[in-house]
């Protein structure tokens, strides 16, 4: 399988960055096709604006669906976001490796689908949802927590963590096709002792290995 591993976190020991680390050598050892996208490290640019092109439609006022729709029919994406783009169309398998900020993912998380999602090449033409670009492919959140796992649940001091991660779920990877695998999440790692990490990571490593053949959750309906 083709997997696609994007990590957002700015320091590589972290418990983002070990995790991050374990998949691509647990993956590449079974035997598995990874590529990667490291933002910070990349020092990817998260901010969506002209600079995603070459050339422009029209130079005097901008519109990025439209400009996205350019394009797409002329070529005209800039290299690092069509080199992102490309990596997106050439996976089987998405993972999104992050801890959780504000109730969602890093800026240049959202910079980078921001830029790299983009109308034309992406979604748009009735290609949405069931009928999008990506269906047949999959999408995993990895993500890691500042609480305990019971401030996440239904009753807990944030709420729902499944309910927190929806706008991605539906919002970005079943509006463009994906089958949404449930998340992997890592509750307070901060706190964890080296012991309980290493479990954590021994627990990350069997669930990579069974992610291929996982059956997607219902993203429309909880």
């Not at 490290?41 to 998260?46: G, H, I, K």
């Not at 050339?55 to 996205?68: G, M, P, W």
């Not at 001091?157 to 994906?178: A, C, E, Q, S």
Request: glycine residues 10%.
């Amino acid at each position: 399988m083709k997997i696609l591993i994007v990590l957002a976190h700015p320091e590589p020991k972290s418990m983002n960055g070990a995790l991050f680390t374990t998949a691509i050598e647990t993956l590449q050892a079974a035997g598995h096709e990874v590529k990667t996208s490291n933002l910070y490290a990349m020092r990817f640019n998260p901010v969506s604006d002209s600079s995603n092109f070459t050339r422009l439609q029209n130079a005097t006022f901008f519109k990025q669906q439209l400009e996205e729709m350019h394009a797409t029919e002329t070529g005209s994406f800039a290299y690092d976001v069509d080199q992102e783009q490309e990596k997106v169309e050439w996976c089987d398998l998405m993972i999104w490796q992050f801890p959780l900020w504000w109730f969602s993912v890093p800026g240049i998380l959202k910079g980078w689908v921001d830029r790299v999602f983009a109308m034309g090449r992406f979604y748009g033409a009735g290609k949405y949802y069931e009928q999008g670009i990506f269906s047949g492919k999959k999408a995993l959140l990895s993500l890691t927590t500042g609480g305990e796992e019971g401030a996440y649940l239904k009753d807990g001091f944030n709420g729902d963590i499944i309910n927190m991660l929806k706008p991605i779920h539906r919002g970005i990877f079943g509006f463009t096709g994906w089958s949404v695998l449930h998340p992997h999440i890592v509750y307070g790692p901060a706190r964890l002792s080296p012991e309980a990490r290493e479990a954590e990571l021994n627990k990350w490593k069997k669930r990579l290995l069974q992610a291929v053949d996982e059956q997607p959750i219902e993203v429309g309906t909880y």
